[in-house]
């Protein structure tokens, strides 16, 4: 038998397996004709092997059934989320975060300007964002499905999304840093939300000459409490920890036996800073001299208890706990971490804490009762230029596994001890054995790898199944679409001992930095506004909301309050007079509550854009400072009439 042969009869049978399958053993027992040679004509039209048979079988999802897995992953410098279905890879939703959003309406007029506002940094208008890192809201350290954390490196910020409709909420920033990577990270219970500095500045804010980096910069990390029943973070009851100025990196959260503490990687403890023209190296060469940075084991809990007991300084509105106190309270110690190093992920029984070295083939397994043994007895090889006691590297490490060229994240599988590492130098993603310290597989990918996420894989209970490569710049991938390539989501199966890759997913947006993925029954949307009138920012019914029949428009000294419903295929009032240089309050109420009965509010010239889901309201405010005619309309397409959904905004002169 010739190997194409024995191709197709392996793939015969696999087709008429699946057949079978799908036609309850009608078509059983054919290997010759009918559906299956079919199939074989198609694979032979279209070149495909039986490999690609097999990962289309996994990931083609039929019309009408749904994914198994939810995907939040950051859209990178589009400062939103995408919300992908796994394992088709279908784009389910934008969410709109730091930048606006046109399509749900965010930020164009209603009262998401205010949440877009909140992110303004010292009075500066600031729509767009550096999102990097998702973060499931947990409770016991299993994703509990209610809220979405995400930053921005650019411009410190942290949101919170509620998931009950997929709307952000809110935007909380401080000023204490200027910049920051290492965010977002939750606490097992989602107490807090950490975000921790990466490019060291003074704090608050203040200029200092950069020759004084040593004495006057610093890094910090912010805990900043979330109240989980109100969905909110709570500034007033969040704080900080000074740290020295290494430009920290990405942090986890102890769980299990190891909650209650932090870890955070560091990079450039040379605490270079460039300056190429003033005859200094490069910031990136002056970073890479030494052979080991500082892994920051920070007890967060004691930190609480510290902040509670009042041994703070306020910087900048932020309650700040000064390296000193941190030392004399023990809050923090180091463990050396080879080189330039990235990611830092704890294992889901919270025993190790594996670190991977950019600069290293190797990542590096720490033990967290190896740690604490250290801290309690007090065994230390030396100190940080600021004070801060370094554990030695024999002291805490449970093993080292060489695994590849530029390891950076790891993720875990459902299956014990298990582990996959991204390889960014190699373009590969390792399977291995942290209890073992043993290399079991490894995929190339296609290029440029950086996070990889698997089902769950950093909670308590990881799902194993799928993992998903998340890739930079997707060179020769797709058909070309000019120099700025999308970028490459590519998904693979590891439900067996090899892992296989199944699809190839374009991102037409900013770098997809890291991303979340959960089971899909954890995620319960509403699906319309209840009750009618609800305001999504107040989660109440807003006092403006308005019922069929007591549409109004009211003069008052502030302005023009419009109180307007819209239903298939009206708004009413659909004719508004104002005069020139007025302050026009418009109050929309979407009365409606089939699901399908989706509005949208657009007015020409004003860039008012809003989104009226079923029984949504929102407030539109603005100056009509222009007379002149305006014709607003509904921008969805609800029904047969929608285009005779409109109105008219007249604006008459002084
Ligand atoms: S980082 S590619 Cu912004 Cu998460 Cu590692
Ligand atoms: Cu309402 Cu179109």
Redesign the pocket.
Known sequence: MTARTTRSHRTLALVAMLVAAACGGRNGGSSGGGAGSDVLALMNARGLSEQDVTAALKTYTPTGKHDEYYTFASGGHGGNVIVIGVPSMRILKYIGVFTPEPWQGFGYGDDSNAIVAQGFRGGKEITWADT??PALSETGGEYDGRYLFIND?CNPRVAVIDLHDFVTKQIVGSELIASE?GATFVTPDTDYVIETSQYPAPLGGAYAPIEEYDSKYRGAMIFWRFDKQKGRIVPAESFAIELPPYMQ??ADCGKKGSDGWVFCNSINTERAYGGILEGKPPLESGATQNDMDYLHCINWRAAEAVAKAGKTETIAGMRVIRLQTALDENLLAFVPEPKSP??VDVTPNGKFIVVSGKLDTHVSVYSFEKIMDAIKSGRFESKDPYGIPVIGMKDALHTQVQLGLGP??TQFDAKECVAYT?L?VDSMVAKWNFCEGKLLDKLAIHYN???LMTMEGDTTKPKGKYLVA?N?LSIDRFNPVGPLHPQNHQLIDISNDKMQLLYDMPLPLG?P??AQMVKADKIKPIEVYKPIGLNPYTNEVDPHATTTGKERIERTAEGVHVYMTSVRSHFSPDIVRVKEGDRVFLHVTNVEQAKDATHGLAIGGQNINVSLEPGKHVNIEFVADKAGVFPFYCTEFCSALHLEMAGYLLVEPK
């Open positions: 990097h890192h490196k990577h990196d990405l990235h990611g950076l994240h991204s960014y790898i950086g996070h998340l930079k770098e930095h890291n």
